[in-house]
């Protein structure tokens, strides 16, 4: 395996902006002459970080033929800075609500731009990786929420990708948090 972060901008429209770090492990293929396009594994979530579950990607059949890359999205896992909020487990709020609000509150104190936390800019990570590890293709396995970034580099930088693999699709035109009530019945 290979670890190590790659810095990109927090806000691309801002010229010389803040700089974040994502987190990535390539896990390398177990072939002698493994193909030359890995797949690039984005999680679900939002919010869900891939490099945690790196031990589960060291025996899958994946591995035989092509490295696998595991990126903790912007915000996510490793990443930095991570948006995870440890409000929502402090019983000292009222309500849920109130512990978000402490969270991106929090957030905000410490200048974090939370617009520029979305599919499109992710997608815009994903092909800055692809260009700083020197691959010419990479192929996408998306699940859940990461099916959605996957679609967002089909549509904003689809240069060098090669196949993609949807599972458990969360389509861009979807809003799950308005229409989640209705599909829970």
């Known amino acids: 395996m290979r670890c190590g972060t790659l810095t990109v901008t927090e806000d691309r429209k801002q010229n010389g902006g803040r700089l974040i770090q994502l987190a990535v492990v390539v896990v390398a293929s177990i072939a002698a002459d493994p193909a030359p396009d890995p797949i690039l594994f984005l999680a679900g979530g939002p919010g869900g970080g891939a490099i945690n579950d790196v031990?589960?990607?060291?025996?899958?059949?994946?591995?035989?033929?092509?490295?696998?890359?595991?990126?903790?999205?912007?915000?996510?896992?490793?990443?930095q800075p991570n948006?995870?909020?440890?409000?929502?487990?402090?019983?000292?709020?009222?309500?849920?609500?109130?512990?978000?609000?402490?969270?991106?509150?929090?957030?905000?104190?410490?200048?974090?731009?939370?617009?520029?936390?979305?599919?499109?800019?992710?997608?815009?990570?994903?092909?800055?990786?692809?260009?700083?590890?020197?691959?010419?293709?990479?192929?996408?396995?998306?699940?859940?929420?990461?099916?959605?970034?996957a679609l967002t580099v089909l549509r904003d930088a689809p240069q060098g990708i090669r196949s993609v693999i949807l599972d458990s699709a969360y389509p861009p035109e979807v809003n799950g948090y308005n229409e989640q009530p209705l599909n829970v019945l």
């Open 55 to 79: 031990e589960d990607w060291l025996y899958s059949p994946l591995r035989d033929e092509r490295d696998i890359i595991l990126l903790d999205q912007r915000g996510t896992g490793y990443s």
């Open 83 to 149: 948006l995870a909020c440890p409000e929502l487990a402090d019983e000292g709020y009222d309500t849920e609500l109130d512990a978000l609000e402490a969270c991106r509150d929090r957030l905000r104190q410490q200048w974090v731009n939370l617009q520029a936390y979305n599919s499109a800019a992710t997608a815009a990570d994903v092909a800055e990786l692809r260009e700083a590890l020197g691959y010419e293709q990479i192929n996408l396995f998306g699940v859940s929420y990461g099916s959605r970034v």
